[in-house]
């Protein structure tokens, strides 16, 4: 399997029809998989023709990995956009973000299993996860940041580790969410891992 790395993939046509696509992609890698994904099966989802597509994104690969990030691109998004407003008080910000991602919707846990479990088996596809996880937890970090820099987190570990944890509690999710095995309330999960954060950044909630 080859992919184009970021940089130097070609920009290729489709304005918002092109988009349009990249979500039908995300529906179909959640029903079929990702190894079971075809330019066929996103044409006839999408109305346009397999010659279009490849025009669109030149390989299968790119597309799918192109969906992966326009989907998690839009959950960024979003987490961006329940903390705006939200610059001066870092721990109200941490907690927007700890909620949105405990709550990320199960079609999306389940393109990222499919993603993930493409990428255990190629470097690849390893390094696009890598990216992408890089991109998720930006928020993160950038809140426990400003948060000792204002003198409001005072951390019993380093700050890297705090977010270690507080995002490897939202991975860890992902096969129970997906397969419905969850024993725990969300809600619950959630108290838990915000206790977790407070205890660690020093704050009483």
Do not use: K
Not at 61 to 70: I, N
Not at 158 to 182: E, F, Q
């Amino acid at each position: 399997m080859t992919i184009a790395a970021e940089g130097s993939r070609r920009r290729r046509a489709g304005g918002e029809r092109r988009q349009r696509v990249l979500d039908t992609v995300v529906d179909i890698v959640v029903a079929r998989g990702f190894a079971n994904t075809r330019f066929s099966d996103v044409s006839e989802a999408s109305g346009v023709a397999v010659s279009t597509l490849q025009g669109y994104f030149g390989s299968r690969e790119d597309m799918l990995v192109e969906a992966l990030r326009r989907s998690t691109a839009l959950e960024v998004a979003e987490m961006e956009s329940m903390t705006a407003g939200l610059d001066n008080d870092p721990w109200a910000r941490l907690v927007a973000l700890t909620e949105r991602g405990l709550g990320t919707p199960v079609p999306v846990w389940r393109m990222l299993m499919e993603f993930w479990t493409a990428a255990a088996h190629d470097d690849e596809l390893r390094e696009h996860a890598a990216g992408l996880a890089a991109l998720y937890r930006r928020p993160f970090d950038e809140a426990v940041a400003d948060g000792i820099a204002g003198g409001m987190f005072h951390c019993r570990r380093s700050a890297t580790a705090i977010v270690d944890v507080a995002v490897g509690a939202m991975d860890g999710l992902l096969y129970p969410r997906v397969l419905g095995h969850m024993r725990t309330e969300p809600q619950e999960y959630t108290e838990v891992v915000l206790d977790q954060l407070a205890a660690c950044l020093g704050v009483t909630r």
